[in-house]
């Protein structure tokens, strides 16, 4: 039996000598290797923090003590450690394991977070409030968990600056890898990597010191009356830790992350200190996986996720070869985009493209490898990437910035304050919006038609398939003033793109197809598919309806809903985003605000919760958003209508 088979809370470790922490860290990663290369998930941070998740829990009495792992998708093995082993292949499954941590889901995971850089404000107001409002045996330890990418992120300064202020008692372990999903960018990175690669700093600056105050003749003794102001000088010139320290924290490094030895010396001097104390640890993203570990940059960027069945045996899984005759899947919304956005850079010197810190995954990579020019990456600081954005409009630039929808709300107010009040040429190319699957809801892409439509200036608008995104993208480039552009995750629904883009009228629907006068179904984005699919099935049943795209959904096409809502019973909206003040909000508003009578309106759309992670089919088919769902509730509704008319 391995000595993970009997550790089923993270106290089983208590009793265990290092060689034997060794040994479970060596088979958590197994455990990961095997499980994740079956069924999919995130992959490299993973195998990276194995050694350090032993090292803490076996330090640690979690709960009571409290370990805050920033974003969580190198919370594995963590989970691992604290009754969860069994349960990891249901991981990012619909009804099992969750991707990140959750406080729902185990006593153990602290705080919930699938967003980066949050860690140190949790800790900071974990542990002032442990002092404040805790009893003296409550008082427990506090370590938040943080990647260098994820110290990108403004709010991480934000806490840290509080924290030495405060003097707080805790513990920040900064997970050093060089790595968020792509290789970190910008002078902090620069800076880590210095540190990590020159070790030996830390201990040269205690040699001198030693040295200078052992020098004969009276020198030494000299030195040592001017302890204070040397230790300062010294310190400026060898101390990588000088950021932290100047900011009241103690700063302990570069230790080896994946010597558990060292790991544990480290973490214990760290938890006596009483004082914000940083742990700078070295890590290998995909650490034990050769694929990742010797692949370099390339290798630990390809393996930060791990497809299902993309590993047998421990090694890269072969390929399976394209049988023929198959016919080509469409593609991605993701790369239609990025090729659109390079055409564009090549049509027009001003525009740029922006991510933070999500270059493939925005499809920014396709501009970064064509136009490395035209392009930017500000790391994990969405803030900056649309106050960068709004510089270079100031400039007469036509800045895109490439955002997930769920981590474009971390910059709303820059959006508020800095871009449209400012009626600034920005565009807010959003990925992701809708249900994104298994990623769950800390990644969902739901909130922003409501957020972004309440704001003045901006327009808003959502293609019904792949070639309508080429468009859109041509008409917000065109557009005076800031447009926000949201596409979803996933293949196009298969229509040939356009070899010329051609700009749109603002706030213009179009007709698909024509009904016979009872329900009219109006989609926005997504949702013009799902209407379509209604429309079939209602075909079938004998009710023709009218479809139409909204295209916008600010400005409203207000001739358009006054004239569907004028000649059709029933106005069906459609949108894959919360109903509460979204889309179908929209309709209504402008219907009554333009005095139109309005039809009775149906409005289809997410429900005022947070929904799981999952597959989207089957996320879709729980929240209703699919075209059997709608088809039905139109037939109720239609039915319901009838018998009230009798």
Known sequence: ?????????????????????????????????????????????????????????????????????????????????????????????????????????????????????????????????????????????????????????????????????????????????????????????????????????????????????????????????????????????????????????????????????????????????????????????????????????????????????????????????????????????????????????????????????????????????????RYFDVGIAEQQAILFASGLALQGAKPVAAIYSTFLQRAFDQIVHDVCLQGLDVVLAMDRAGLVGDDGPTHHGVFDIPYLRCLPNITLMAPRDEAMLVHMLRTALAHDGPVGLRYPRGEGVGVELPSEPRPIEIGTGEILREGEGKVAIVGYGSGVGKALEAADLLAGRGIEVTVADARFAKPIDAALMAQLAAEHELLVTVEEGVLAGGFGTAVWETLNDGGVHAARILRVGLPDRYVTHGKPALLHSEVGFTGRRIAERIEAAVSDRALAGT
């Open 1 to 373: 039996m391995s000595i993970l088979d009997r550790i089923d809370r993270p106290q089983d470790l208590h009793g265990l000598a290092d060689e034997e922490l060794v040994r479970v860290a060596d088979e958590v990663r197994a455990h990961i290797i095997d499980t994740v290369g079956e069924i999919g998930g995130h992959f490299g941070a993973n195998l990276g923090t194995c050694e350090l998740a032993v090292a803490l829990h076996s330090l640690l009495d979690s709960p009571r003590d409290k370990i805050l792992w920033d974003v969580g998708h190198q919370a594995y093995p963590h989970k691992i450690l604290t009754g969860r082993r069994d349960q990891l292949p249901t991981i990012r499954q619909y009804e099992g394991l969750a991707p990140f941590c959750s406080i729902a889901e185990s006593e153990h995971d602290i705080m919930g977070a699938g967003h980066a850089s949050t860690s140190i404000g949790y800790a900071v107001g974990l542990k002032e409030g442990m002092k404040r409002l805790g009893r003296a045996d409550e008082d427990g330890k506090v370590v938040a968990v943080i990647g260098d990418g994820a110290m990108t992120g403004g709010v991480a300064f934000e806490a840290i600056h509080q924290a030495g202020g405060l003097g707080t008692p805790m513990v920040v372990v900064l997970n050093d890898n060089g790595m968020s999903i792509a290789p970190n960018v910008g002078a902090l990175s620069r800076y880590f990597n210095r540190v990590r690669l020159h070790p030996k700093l830390w201990h040269t600056r205690e040699n001198v010191e030693g040295r200078l105050t052992d020098l004969p003749g009276g020198l030494g003794a000299a030195f040592e009356r001017i302890g204070p102001q040397l230790k300062e000088s010294i310190k400026a010139f060898w101390a990588p830790g000088l950021f932290w320290e100047e900011l009241g924290w103690a700063y302990m490094g570069v230790i080896d992350g994946h010597d558990v030895r060292a790991l544990r010396m480290a973490l214990r001097s760290a938890f006596t200190a009483e004082r914000p104390v940083v742990v700078h640890v070295a890590t290998i993203k995909g650490k034990g996986f050769a694929a990742a570990e010797d692949g370099g940059l390339e290798g630990m960027e390809e393996w930060h996720a791990a497809k299902p069945k993309s590993i047998a045996n421990r090694v890269p899984a072969p390929a399976v070869p394209v049988a023929k005759g198959t016919v080509a899947k469409p593609p991605q919304y993701t790369k239609v985009f990025g090729d659109a956005l390079v055409a564009e850079c090549r049509r027009d010197e001003r525009v740029v493209g922006i991510t933070a810190a999500m270059n493939s995954g925005t499809g920014l990579n396709i501009l970064q490898r064509e136009m490395p020019e």
